[in-house]
């Protein structure tokens, strides 16, 4: 009898048993939870009991205008639910729909096609509002500040220029933020590439910046900052469990209300663990889209001796990125023996290897080599192609099977976690991880 499921997309799944001479330290096996409210009832509810903020009808009249940011499709939102429930209750205290637009939080990641924006906004939404997606590089942005590090921030035009800011996003761990959702609408998702740049430069190898951690992470106090500098007004947060279906939805104040729902999703995502694993398997769901892929091994690697092995079962919308792939091919070429060395030193100059190419790209390569150096890593899936990830330098097989015989011959016996929902994980060890 198969012991153990990896989710790959969907509600399909992976099946497999471990090796001989390989034992079990966790199997974070998704619990499904009974959720009886729609997410309608779950947005009208936060709504008239916001965050640190009045309710929308105290703070709007008619006539005002109102920008909606929403994530884009590398997110798990169900956009398509929340906002056009939002919409219902902003037309209930009367704003007009041709007060309202709606802007594609894209930061630096590629617009959304046509079809795909129908199916995230909604139909009858994309018929009609106004619909824009984020241009990081638009010459009519807004500069707003600076960042704590000297650089300019210049903010979406559209956004800035509204009476009222409201956000939607999903409050889901993320590797450097912590949690993603709230206040990182703005920064990285509406303001200018130098700014993005400069800033995933400078915060991400500062202490602190990794999954879970909020309280004392430098890059989610930076985002905060800079979302305050955008006046975002109200932020609306898909809460999830670790099954990735929303339990509920919170909203208000971009800080206090992004808190309270970090403190009520942990829980959920929490995993304690006082032993590292040799072996980590785990699948890069809910991320399907080409760089995001990488993320899950973040919260692996936290709990992998250094020298272990990581296997990601990861699935992909479509081909890994071509300028990406580049990038690998670039520091390959390099020859050092210590990429990582050379990319560490690379941001500590705030520069990037692909300048002016979307950030996820180089976050990517940079998490990757990092990682390269110190687990081997192997990718399987049916939709990443073996030479994508030769490319990027993992080994590959195209089921689990062949790879857990690829990944045992060097580690013959073997302590190992399993993280079904890759994504959905956050151990606590006890101590902050050490990444550089």
Same mark, same amino acid.
């Given at each position: 009898?198969?012991?153990?499921?990896?989710?790959?997309?969907?509600?399909?799944?992976?099946?497999?048993?471990?090796?001989?001479?390989?034992?079990?330290?966790h199997?974070v096996? #998704?619990?499904?939870?009974?959720?009886?409210?729609?997410?309608?009832?779950?947005?009208?509810?936060?709504?008239?009991?916001?965050? /640190?903020?009045? +309710?929308?009808e105290?703070?709007?009249?008619? /006539?005002?205008?109102?920008?909606?940011?929403?994530?884009?499709?590398?997110?798990?939102?169900?956009?398509?639910?929340?906002?056009?429930?939002?919409?219902?209750?902003?037309?209930?205290?009367?704003?007009r729909?041709?007060?309202?637009?709606i802007?594609?939080?894209?930061?630096?990641?590629?617009?959304?096609?046509?079809?795909?924006?129908r199916?995230?906004?909604? =139909?009858?939404?994309?018929? !009609?509002?106004?619909?824009?997606?984020?241009?990081c590089?638009?010459?009519?942005l807004?500069?707003?500040?600076?960042?704590?590090?000297?650089?300019?921030v210049?903010?979406?035009?559209?956004?800035?220029?509204?009476?009222?800011?409201?956000?939607?996003? !999903?409050?889901i761990?993320?590797?450097?933020?912590?949690?993603?959702?709230?206040?990182?609408i703005v920064? #990285?998702?509406?303001?200018?590439?130098?700014?993005?740049? =400069?800033?995933?430069?400078?915060?991400?190898?500062?202490e602190?910046?990794?999954?879970?951690?909020?309280?004392s992470? #430098? %890059?989610?106090?930076?985002?905060?900052?800079?979302?305050?500098?955008?006046?975002?007004?109200?932020?609306?947060?898909?809460?999830?469990?670790?099954?990735?279906?929303?339990?509920?939805?919170?909203?208000?104040?971009?800080?206090?209300?992004?808190?309270?729902?970090i403190?009520? !999703?942990?829980?959920? %995502?929490?995993?304690?663990?006082?032993?590292?694993?040799?072996v980590t398997?785990?699948?890069a769901?809910?991320?399907?889209?080409? +760089?995001?892929?990488?993320?899950?091994?973040?919260?692996?690697?936290?709990?992998?001796?250094?020298?272990?092995?990581?296997?990601?079962?990861?699935?992909?919308? /479509?081909?890994?990125?071509?300028?990406m792939?580049?990038?690998?091919?670039v520091?390959?070429?390099?020859?050092?023996?210590?990429?990582?060395k050379?990319?560490?030193?690379?941001?500590?100059?705030?520069?990037?290897?692909?300048?002016?190419? #979307?950030?996820?790209?180089?976050?990517?390569?940079?998490?990757?080599?990092?990682?390269?150096?110190?687990?081997?890593?192997?990718?399987? !899936?049916?939709?990443?192609?073996? =030479? =994508?990830?030769l490319?990027?330098?993992?080994a590959?097989?195209?089921s689990?099977?062949?790879?857990?015989?690829?990944?045992?011959?060097? %580690?013959?016996?073997?302590?190992?976690?399993?993280?079904?929902?890759?994504?959905?994980v956050?151990?606590d060890?006890?101590?902050?991880?050490?990444? %550089?």
């Amino acid at each position: 009898m198969v012991a153990y499921r990896l989710f790959y997309k969907g509600d399909e799944t992976v099946e497999f048993d471990l090796p001989e001479g390989w034992s079990l330290l966790h199997y974070v096996d #998704p619990k499904p939870q009974v959720i009886s409210r729609t997410l309608e009832e779950m947005l009208n509810e936060a709504l008239n009991a916001p965050v /640190g903020v009045p +309710p929308l009808e105290e703070s709007l009249k008619p /006539g005002n205008t109102v920008a909606i940011a929403i994530d884009d499709w590398t997110r798990p939102t169900p956009v398509d639910k929340l906002l056009p429930a939002l919409l219902r209750h902003l037309e209930n205290i009367g704003i007009r729909w041709d007060d309202i637009t709606i802007v594609v939080a894209l930061g630096t990641h590629r617009p959304i096609p046509e079809d795909a924006l129908r199916q995230r906004v909604s =139909e009858a939404v994309f018929k !009609s509002y106004r619909i824009i997606q984020h241009d990081c590089w638009a010459k009519d942005l807004v500069e707003i500040g600076t960042l704590s590090s000297g650089g300019a921030v210049r903010l979406n035009r559209t956004f800035h220029d509204a009476d009222y800011r409201i956000s939607i996003g !999903s409050i889901i761990p993320h590797p450097m933020n912590g949690f993603g959702g709230g206040p990182k609408i703005v920064m #990285p998702g509406l303001v200018n590439y130098e700014a993005i740049r =400069e800033h995933h430069t400078v915060y991400t190898i500062q202490e602190g910046a990794y999954p879970g951690n909020t309280l004392s992470n #430098p %890059f989610y106090q930076e985002v905060s900052r800079v979302a305050g500098l955008a006046r975002l007004d109200m932020i609306i947060g898909a809460l999830y469990t670790n099954q990735e279906k929303v339990f509920d939805v919170v909203a208000g104040h971009y800080f206090e209300a992004h808190q309270e729902g970090i403190r009520r !999703s942990l829980p959920n %995502f929490t995993v304690k663990m006082d032993t590292m694993a040799d072996v980590t398997i785990l699948s890069a769901y809910p991320y399907t889209e080409g +760089p995001q892929l990488m993320k899950p091994i973040g919260p692996a690697a936290m709990c992998t001796r250094r020298g272990g092995a990581i296997i990601l079962l990861a699935t992909s919308r /479509g081909p890994m990125p071509e300028p990406m792939l580049h990038a690998f091919d670039v520091v390959r070429e390099m020859g050092s023996d210590h990429p990582e060395k050379v990319l560490l030193d690379t941001f500590r100059k705030r520069s990037l290897v692909l300048n002016d190419a #979307p950030i996820d790209f180089n976050m990517a390569l940079f998490f990757t080599e990092v990682y390269k150096a110190q687990y081997d890593l192997t990718i399987v !899936s049916r939709d990443v192609k073996r =030479e =994508e990830a030769l490319r990027m330098g993992f080994a590959f097989a195209e089921s689990m099977d062949e790879a857990l015989a690829q990944v045992k011959e060097k %580690f013959p016996e073997a302590k190992v976690n399993i993280f079904p929902i890759g994504g959905m994980v956050l151990p606590d060890m006890g101590v902050p991880p050490e990444l %550089f």
